[in-house]
């Protein structure tokens, strides 16, 4: 392409493109061909061969010539049972959570309405508030232990009544679950929705999901990606019927496709494979937290999720985290991602050989 046509091109999007997009860094996945892939947060155990057969077989019989069931029904109705979402609750379905949280933009998106969460927390609160125009406002969590600063949110719901309120229990990246009476007591004060984000549901037992209905305002978000299956991209929001009708409004017809509802269908008739992987990785996560925690000079914060947030000695994540990927094990760096996550490095619970390399790789990178 001619140097002209290139500048063309580039005061076209000079034009076009809003500041706050060309602003932005589009998300970016490493490549983990050949490595130890613990940076995600993904269940590590594949499904076994028998529950393979049956979905292989289900599938060979799944026809896709016709558009999928809109509302994903009989999902639904799996669903409710697997999650114990109240009778008279709302669900919806969308595309892992993004779209949830892109729907609950859409749907409430206009001058002056907020997005409020804690920092750090899950990225996509902020990113998708700013691609749908809306104002985010972040509140730092306590820096020695990342609990709630709740005179601060307090005082940040007065001041912005965000029509959005996250809160990620555990939070990501930092794994920790925030105190049950501040987070009843932020859901009696938001003057707007507040979604109580559950994707690490599977690794903990603490939930909000028997709450809905009690509180007008409240919504519960939920994913079966950290469950074990990620790679068919289903989440829902569990709430209030008539909010959920409205936010319904902004979903693309036909958003869960059929092989995604016969899939997640097959792995919910076999939840106690599930439940299984997910007592596993409980034990390996305690195993885990304890090996990091007899390694001079890191610290590892105590995690009710599927991934352990440890500080690097000052200064040093960057090249730790290119060592260990040199020895074929990749985590998630996220010095630099957020000021209270300085020096920080973020490790997916895996299988026992994979935690095994992880702890043997971070030693030689020490």
């Known amino acids: ?59 060979h019989k799944t026809d896709v010539n016709r558009y999928p069931d809109p509302q994903g029904s009989e999902l639904k109705q799996q669903l409710r049972i697997s999650m114990d979402i109240p009778e008279e609750a709302g669900v ?50 306590n820096s020695e232990d990342f609990s709630l600063d709740l005179p601060a949110l307090l005082e940040a719901i007065e001041q912005h009544r965000p029509a959005i309120l996250y809160l990620a229990c555990p939070n990501n990246p930092t794994g920790n679950l925030f105190d049950a009476a501040q987070i009843h007591q932020i859901i009696q004060t938001a003057p707007g929705l507040v979604i109580v984000d559950e994707a690490y549901a599977p690794f903990t037992d603490t939930s909000y999901m028997g709450e809905v209905g009690r509180y007008p305002n409240l919504l519960v978000m939920r994913t079966l990606s950290k469950l074990g299956l990620a ?11 008539p909010w959920l009708d409205e936010i319904d409004k902004t979903r693309l017809p036909y958003n869960i496709n059929t092989l995604t509802q016969v899939s997640a269908g097959v792995a919910l008739r076999h939840e106690a494979v599930f439940d299984a992987q997910t007592t596993l990785i409980r034990q390996q996560r ?11 000079g890191i ?68």
């Not at 892939?37 to 061969?49: G, I, S």
């Not at 595309?95 to 920092?119: C, F, K, Y």
């Not at 074929?328 to 996220?334: A, T």
């Open 299 to 366: 610290s590892p914060y105590p995690s009710s999720a599927n991934f352990i947030l440890v500080r690097m000695p000052a200064s040093r994540a960057d090249e730790i985290h290119t060592a260990m990927r040199e020895q074929r094990v990749l985590v998630k760096n996220l010095s630099g991602a957020h000021p209270l996550l300085a020096d920080c490095l973020r490790i997916t619970v895996g299988t026992p050989a994979e935690n095994r390399a992880a702890i043997h790789a971070l030693k030689a990178a020490l």
């Open 286 to 296: 305690s195993q885990l937290f304890a090996a990091l925690d007899g390694i001079d």
């Open 231 to 241: 790679g068919l991209r289903l989440g829902l929001l569990a709430g209030p019927k």
């Open 1 to 59: 392409m001619a140097a002209a046509d290139r500048m063309d091109i580039q005061a076209s999007i000079d034009r076009w493109i809003r500041p706050e997009i060309r602003a932005l860094s589009a998300y970016h996945v490493p490549d983990s061909s050949g490595l130890i892939k613990l940076d995600a947060m993904e269940n590590p155990y594949t499904w076994p061969e028998a529950l393979r057969q049956e979905w292989l077989e289900l599938l």
């Open 92 to 141: 919806l379905l969308g595309n892992g959570s993004d779209e949830l949280i892109q729907m609950l933009a859409l749907t409430l998106a206009g001058p002056d309405r907020v997005v409020l969460s804690v920092e750090p927390s899950f990225v996509m609160y902020r990113m998708i508030a700013l691609f749908a125009g809306m104002p985010y406002q972040g509140v730092p969590l």
